[in-house]
């Protein structure tokens, strides 16, 4: 055979094997998924090394909600003042952002990769917000607390996106609304706070349960379940005027805040789904919901 005519047929075999081979990685590569948006009641970092009711429950629901391509986390823990950031770091570092809790704590590591490119995505979406990106962050434990339970082979890309203190409720439900494009690519909003919180007024006798151990936290979580279900955001976003315990409930908005970025996050027909309900320390809701 001729050196021209062997050389063709060669070629030609090449380029049909890397046709055939490009169809399969094509038929095996999942499909894009719209993931919902989420609210976590992340409760004490103490969490991660348990396995309670709680736990169980986030075990069993990242199952259900299947593989994103990226998760973007909005954390209580990450406060910023007068500005947006975006995590854009290739490879977040673990932090530890608490104390006097034990040693074992400290030694988890939750080394999922960074998502740079949906980072730089959520910033643009949120430009006309005034969103930087940032590499002064990590995961703190309001996300890599949670994300031990729901995904904890750390092999999904993940960033996150601070919450703006200085801001009111409007804001809040604004960014949400913004990153929810990302939901299309197969992004998972996860925020992580807790609709009640105030440490000062825990419960630390008490056991675990679906009632809390006061009236002002029964009645402003039971309250925000109401407003959810109504779809009443102008009232969540208005938290102070939505019941008499929210003075006590969210003395501070930074662990409230979170749930307005993954209602902002909802699209219109989307009812809540409530994953788990309940208290820890007596005064701590627990509430997890889901839209989408």
């Known amino acids: 055979m001729p050196y021209n005519r062997r050389h063709i047929m060669s070629a030609t075999l090449s380029a049909t094997l890397t046709t055939l081979t490009g169809f399969a990685a094509a038929a095996t590569k999942r499909p894009i998924v719209r993931m919902p948006s989420i609210f976590v009641g992340h409760g004490s970092p103490m969490n991660a090394l348990q396995n309670n009711a709680f736990t169980r429950t986030l075990d069993k629901w ?15 823990h990450w406060l910023t003042q007068n500005e947006t950031k975006v995590t854009v770091d290739v490879h977040p570092k673990t932090i530890h952002d608490f104390g006097g809790f034990p040693k074992a704590l400290f030694d988890m590591q939750y080394p999922a990769p960074g998502a740079p490119e949906f980072a730089h995505q959520a910033a643009n979406l949120l430009a006309s917000l005034g969103a930087k990106p940032s590499q002064d962050w990590g995961l703190d434990h309001g996300a ?4 031990h339970f729901l995904y904890p082979k750390a092999d999904i890309p993940v960033f996150q996106v601070s919450i703006d203190y200085a801001q009111g409720g409007d804001y ?47 009645s402003f979580d039971s309250a925000v379940k109401a407003a959810l279900l109504t779809n009443d955001a102008k009232a969540l976003a208005d938290y102070e005027r939505l019941d008499a315990g929210a003075q006590l409930a969210a003395q501070t908005p ?29 005064t701590l809701s627990m509430r997890c919901v889901q839209w989408g």
């Open 144 to 147: 890599w607390t949670v994300l």
């Open 172 to 218: 809040h439900l604004a960014v949400g609304k913004a990153l929810s494009a990302l939901r299309d690519q197969g992004v998972l909003i996860l925020a992580s706070g807790n609709v009640v919180h105030n440490l000062r007024h825990v419960d630390r006798n008490a056991s675990d349960g679906l009632m809390a151990s006061r009236p002002w936290a029964q």
């Open 254 to 282: 930074d662990h409230y805040w979170p749930l307005l970025y993954a209602l902002g996050a909802a699209r219109d027909g989307e009812a809540p789904q409530f994953i788990f309900e309940g208290f820890q320390l007596g």
């Open 62 to 76: 990242g199952k259900s909600i299947g593989q994103p391509t990226a998760i973007l986390v909005v954390s209580a």
